[in-house]
């Protein structure tokens, strides 16, 4: 798997709608906005789309990772993700809830091979990037 240790992106209004943007990132091109019931077009995913796509992607590349590395049976791999935000009883605030749903194809997968995926699955590099407590640096820079 790779390290990521030093990557940057670029994004940018478009101007197609009130919040769409596109996006450049190792050399791939993609365009996010908000849904038409949040003010945008729908032109392309929305933050939260992508946050939730980066975790299950992460999340079936490092069963692969693991699964190949211990040369066992695993046909394909498949995530179904999830994600709401839930009001914290009497605090008065939300928190954020991500749901992971895998499905292991290879009939000749054992049930010990099957829980050690699942527990290798829980520790993707973003979901352990999500779960620990990032630095974000933010500076405005001159026009």
Known sequence: MSDNSSISA??????????????????????????????????????????????????????????KRMNWPLDKVEVRMGHTKREVVGAGSKIDVFTKDILLHGPDLTQEQRDKLLDVAGKCPVQRSLLATPVIRTTLVPS
């Not at 996010?32 to 019931?37: A, F, L, Q, R, Y």
């Open 10 to 67: 670029h994004i940018e209004e478009s101007g197609e709608s009130a919040f769409a943007v596109f996006m450049e990132v190792s050399g791939h091109h993609l365009v996010g906005d908000e849904p038409v019931s949040a003010g945008g077009a729908n032109l392309g995913p929305s933050p939260y789309d992508l946050l939730l796509a980066a975790l299950g992607e992460c999340t079936a590349m490092t069963v692969r990772w693991y699964a």
